[in-house]
């Protein structure tokens, strides 16, 4: 069964994302069974945001919650950590939501919802080949 969180998060992923400059990914953690189920791995921080990033050369954590949702004690922990580093830390809802809330943290006049997220222009190839820079 999927999380409810889920479709909100990937809305707010594309979001965030098609802000010029930005760099925004899946964060993952918790506790998981290997596929042979005789292993377990954990991975991440405990609370550790949903989404991590960057975007005007700010570190940026986004925890994604439904509107009835409310953040952990681990999640409350991790928060504060980002904070005291200097990074911006949002709990948000939508992507209306993460974009106004990250406009405000930044002082920025506008920060709207993409009309068209990700979409390449037509006839435009991408630059490289998917491979890392070096």
């Known amino acids: 069964m999927a999380n409810a969180e889920t479709p909100i998060m990937q809305d707010i992923l594309i979001a965030v994302s098609a ?32 989404l991590g990033g960057m975007w005007r050369g700010r570190s940026v954590q ?13 999640q409350r922990r991790w928060q504060a950590a980002v904070e005291r580093a200097g990074g911006i ?5 939508s992507p209306t939501d993460a ?17 068209q997220p990700n979409k390449q222009p037509t006839g435009e190839k991408p630059d490289g080949n998917g491979e890392a820079l070096s």
Do not use: H, Y
């Not at 802000?19 to 550790?48: D, H």
């Not at 986004?62 to 681990?74: C, H, P, Y």
């Open 62 to 74: 986004i925890e994604v919650k439904t509107e009835a949702g409310r953040l952990s004690k681990d």
């Open 99 to 115: 974009l106004s809330l990250l406009a405000a943290r930044l002082d920025a006049t506008s920060v709207e919802l993409p009309t």
């Open 19 to 50: 802000l010029p400059g930005a760099l925004f990914w899946r964060q993952q953690a918790g506790v998981f069974q290997t596929l042979n189920r005789r292993e377990v791995v954990r991975v991440g921080i405990p609370g550790m945001a949903d």
């Open 89 to 93: 830390f949002l709990c948000a809802r």
